[in-house]
């Protein structure tokens, strides 16, 4: 009984760490259409065409950014600044609970066909 309820338990703590993970919204395919850099700081923001996602309530919903040095900001960058100059589709993801200078944190962009 007691190697079932530490089993039960351990199942727990792993769902229980995995559930930041799921802590994200995706927006449909469209092109990038802005990208912003500067404000005197690393970092960069994006603007779509597609309807904009503001799952966390950020006070300034203008774009979707990242700064350095969140992980992934260099792959971001790069993915964004491929979409632009070829027109490809991309698909925004931004977290579900936080902002970075008032707008929402990106933390994926996929390339769609």
């Keep these: 009984m007691e190697i079932t309820v530490k089993r039960i338990l351990g199942a727990l703590a792993l ?33 779509t065409s597609t309807q904009f996602i503001n799952p966390a309530s950020c006070a300034t919903p203008d774009g979707y950014i990242s700064t350095k040095p969140a992980p992934g900001y260099e792959t971001y960058y790069d993915t ?7 027109n490809t589709n991309v698909v925004v993801v931004v977290d579900n609970t936080a902002c970075v200078s008032g ?11």
């Design 80 to 86: 964004a600044k491929l979409a632009f100059q070829t």
């Design 15 to 47: 769902i229980l760490l995995a559930a930041p993970a799921g802590a994200q919204t995706m927006s449909g395919p469209g092109k990038v259409t802005l990208l912003r850099t500067g404000w005197n700081a690393d970092s960069f923001a994006i603007e």
């Design 103 to 113: 707008r929402p944190k990106l933390i994926g962009i996929n390339l769609t066909h």
